[in-house]
């Protein structure tokens, strides 16, 4: 004598095995990465410019109000990123 629900949830469990296991499941190349990759930078690359470009402006400022002096810190962490960024990309 077969129990109706125990046959029900074996079903359900094998169907649900069989699309959590399917060989046509792949994993995104680019987990993090939501948009268009034919654009001229990528997201993250348009990221790293937007920072570049903060960094530059603080060191401008700062040499325009106090000098070489106070701009230097800002300076080396640019310099810094700019290696990182060649590294990188």
Known sequence: MSNQPDDDRATRVHQ??????GDEL???TRPLDFGAEDALVN???R???IVLAALLL???LLFAIWGLGAASP???ILALALLAG????
Do not use: K, M, S
């Open 86 to 89: 060649w590294v990188i990309f």
């Open 74 to 76: 800002i300076l080396l």
């Open 16 to 21: 649900a095995r069989q699309v959590f296991a």
């Open 58 to 60: 603080i060191a401008l």
């Open 43 to 45: 997201p993250t690359q």
């Open 26 to 28: 792949q994993p995104p």
């Open 47 to 49: 990221t790293y410019l």
